[in-house]
């Protein structure tokens, strides 16, 4: 499949993260400080980011998420530099990006809670979850189906076999996600397929995680943290939806 000109990077990614990260990792790149460790420090601060979030420092928040976002992108970068880049490394920021994740929804139903009582905190803290894995969802689907990528399935098991400790149980938590890469099928017409699906594919880059995280800060910064859980129910879902309903079309076409 040709290469498609479309840059698959969230918009906050492309014009923030990635940038800041490219930085950081020249300097990095001069220290031992492994890929894997750089997202140990960024669970750590995804951790504290949700931890302000339910003490009600919105700009706390705004900042450690910040940092996070940036971190995230470095130990990608990182490995990729120093030749790396294997399965190991995406299931250990997959695992950090749950962790971090988690964190910040428990310190939102947190200070949800202390303004709307627990009821409605769990109630919008498990819709505003849902939608931003959703979108995260979709967004990781549909970019290695926009690439081409189909890989994992066929590397993970010997990965796993080859694996002992800590990294053979990281390895094992991608068995999911690479059973659900398998039953996909190539898309038809491959070679037209990147401008057929180009549309849905910005949609979807739109509603993906960082986005979700930078309204996030924005709306913690302002003080409405209940905010958050209708744009991430309301307009970032309804982007998912007409984001699938365009990709099916193109599918189709």
């Keep these: 499949m040709a290469a498609p000109s479309l840059v698959l990077d969230e918009p906050v990614d ?11 990792v020249k300097v990095l790149a001069r220290t031992p400080i492994t890929p894997n460790q750089i997202s140990g420090v960024a669970c750590l601060v995804g951790i504290a980011s949700g931890v302000a979030l339910g003490l009600r420092r919105g700009w706390a928040f705004a900042i450690l998420t910040a940092v996070f976002l940036v971190l995230d992108c470095c130990d990608g970068q990182l490995a990729r530099l120093r030749g790396g880049g294997g399965l190991l490394g995406r299931a250990v920021d997959g695992i950090c990006d749950y962790i971090t994740a988690s964190a910040m929804h428990l310190g939102l139903m947190v200070w949800i809670a202390h303004g709307h009582g627990w009821g409605a905190a769990v109630a919008w803290t498990l819709a505003a979850a849902a939608a931003m894995t959703y979108g995260a969802y979709l967004l990781d689907k549909y970019k290695r189906r926009f690439k081409g990528d189909f890989e994992v399935p066929g590397k993970l098991e010997g990965e796993i076999a080859a694996a002992t400790g800590w990294r053979r149980l990281a390895l094992m938590t991608l068995r999911a996600y690479a059973a659900g890469l398998a039953k996909a099928k ?6 037209t397929y990147p401008a057929r699906a180009a549309l849905p594919m910005r949609i979807f880059l739109l509603g993906g995680h960082t986005m979700h995280a930078t309204v996030w800060s924005v709306l913690a910064v302002l003080d409405r943290p209940l905010a958050y859980a209708w744009v991430a129910v309301g307009p970032f879902t309804v982007l998912a939806l007409v984001g699938v309903f365009l990709q099916r079309r193109a599918e189709r076409a």
């Design 14 to 24: 492309r014009w923030f993260s990635r940038p800041l990260a490219r930085g950081v």
């Design 186 to 191: 190539p898309p038809a017409r491959p070679e």
